[in-house]
């Protein structure tokens, strides 16, 4: 199985800063129709989780473009700027190039 | 507005089965793909399998082989999971979430279900 690493486990953040959150695979993501299958989740405190960024870099209908995802093969990166209260929760890297699809161990983010 | 309604929480005694159900509405169900994840609380996200709703055909990560079956009722656009021979680590949050057969992601999701295993 793929194994998707993220760091850091846990972030604490000031409202208005920018953070960054890093996803490695144990393989390339990329499948053979060229196209990269990494997306990032968000779930918030009590409730399911909900698509954010689609293929690397595509924002999900709704999300704002505060959120942006960049990287390519094996490494990938979740930045979000000028974070606001409603951005807490725990963010998933996830992965579905290869099956089993599979998820990050998440990413806790804190607002000070 | 698309929508997954997922029935209520099971409590269960070890050994025995459930049902759990994910009532769609909102899009086209039988064209589609229905993918099943478990979540232990305070812990990250399984993917346990993925049904096409237009002809049933599954797809499981092999640690849920044997535990879990999918099924659809295209009639009430409703997908299931039965979970067979309960054990306290199958005690979990179960999501439901419409597969996106485009862009290859998990689109919206169910509320989540909690079932809780103990004799």
């Known amino acids: 199985d793929v194994v998707m690493t993220q760091t850091p486990p846990s972030l604490s953040v000031a409202i208005g800063q920018s953070v960054s959150i890093s996803c490695k695979s144990s393989q390339s993501l990329v499948y053979s129709d060229g196209k990269t299958y990494l997306h990032w989740l968000l779930q918030s405190p009590g409730r399911s989780p909900k698509r954010l960024i689609y293929?690397?870099?595509n924002l999900g209908s709704g999300v704002p473009d505060r959120f942006s995802g960049t990287g390519s093969q094996k490494d990938f990166t979740l930045k979000i700027s000028r974070v606001e209260a409603e951005d807490l929760g725990v963010y998933y890297c996830a992965q579905t190039t290869h099956f089993p699809f599979t998820f990050g161990s998440g990413t806790k983010l804190e607002i000070k | 507005q698309v929508k997954l309604q997922q029935s209520g929480a099971e409590l269960v005694k070890p050994g025995a089965s459930v049902k759990l159900s994910c009532k769609t509405s909102?899009?086209?169900?039988?064209?589609?793909?229905m993918s099943w994840f478990k979540q232990i609380p305070g812990q990250s996200i399984e993917w346990i399998g993925m049904i096409y709703a237009g002809d049933g055909g599954t797809g499981y990560n092999q640690k849920f082989k044997g535990k879990a079956t999918l099924t659809v009722d295209t009639s009430s656009s409703t997908a299931y999971m039965d979970l067979s021979s309960l054990t306290t680590e199958d005690s979990a949050v179960y999501f439901c979430?419409?597969?996106?057969?485009?862009?290859?992601?998990?689109?919206?999701w169910g509320q989540g279900v909690m079932v809780t295993v103990s004799s």
């Open positions: 909102g899009y086209t169900f039988s064209t589609s793909y």
């Open positions: 293929q690397v870099s």
């Open positions: 979430a419409n597969y996106d057969g485009t862009y290859y992601y998990f689109d919206y």
